[in-house]
């Protein structure tokens, strides 16, 4: 149980540890506040502050590959799949710190190492997604007149990636969040766990 009302660990996580409660509204009134939300954390994280968990490079070589091989190598899907796997692996493996037993009270150290956990893994995000569409589009600028009528193959290839890094994101934070409900660890000091800093 926590003080924001999450009767369990799945709602609480999924209010990204009782920091976002309410629903972003794509209106115009909520546009300020979501900016300045958004500000503040890209602040609060730079990219340099991910260390190696952030690196753009291993995507513009999945990228690069796939617009070389084109229609000739299907396999070049395979660079990205692994790209967009070690992003959930990545999250998942940071995301494993658990140490709360059912109908205990939120501790404020865990509340606290889970909240930024959640902030910083919103900005990760953010910086990744952005990264992709970045490449997106740029291939688009850079197409030759001729194919901007319709998409490429390599088009359509990231586009089918972008749905199966979606679904993977789903499943991943579907099992992150089943697995925190399944803790069968009951630590006594939970002073031991602390937020697992890249």
């Known amino acids: ?62 990228w690069s590959q796939l617009r070389q091989a084109g229609k000739k190598n299907p396999n070049a899907t395979n660079t990205c799949q692994q790209v967009f796997v070690g992003w959930v692996n990545d999250t998942f493996d940071t995301g494993v710190e658990v140490g709360i037993s059912k109908n205990q009270k939120v501790p ?31 291939q688009g600028v850079e197409a030759p007149r001729s194919s901007r009528s319709g998409w490429d193959i390599t088009t359509k290839i990231f586009a089918a990636l972008t749905f199966i890094f979606a679904g993977l994101l789903f499943v991943l934070t579907f099992c992150l969040f089943k697995q925190r409900r399944r803790v069968v660890t009951y630590p006594s000091n939970v002073d031991s766990y602390e937020l697992n800093r890249a």
């Open 108 to 138: 404020d150290k865990y509340a606290a190492w889970a909240k930024e956990l959640a902030r910083k893994q919103i900005v990760l995000g953010g910086y990744r997604l952005g990264d992709f569409l970045r490449l997106v589009a740029q």
């Open 1 to 62: 149980v926590s003080g924001c009302g999450a009767d369990n660990l799945h709602l609480y996580w999924d209010s990204g540890a009782c920091e976002y409660l309410h629903n972003w509204s794509p209106d115009y009134g909520a546009l300020k506040k979501l900016t300045q939300n958004a500000s503040s954390l890209i602040a609060q994280y730079p990219k340099s502050s991910f260390g190696s968990r952030y690196d753009v490079m291993p995507l513009q070589n999945c």
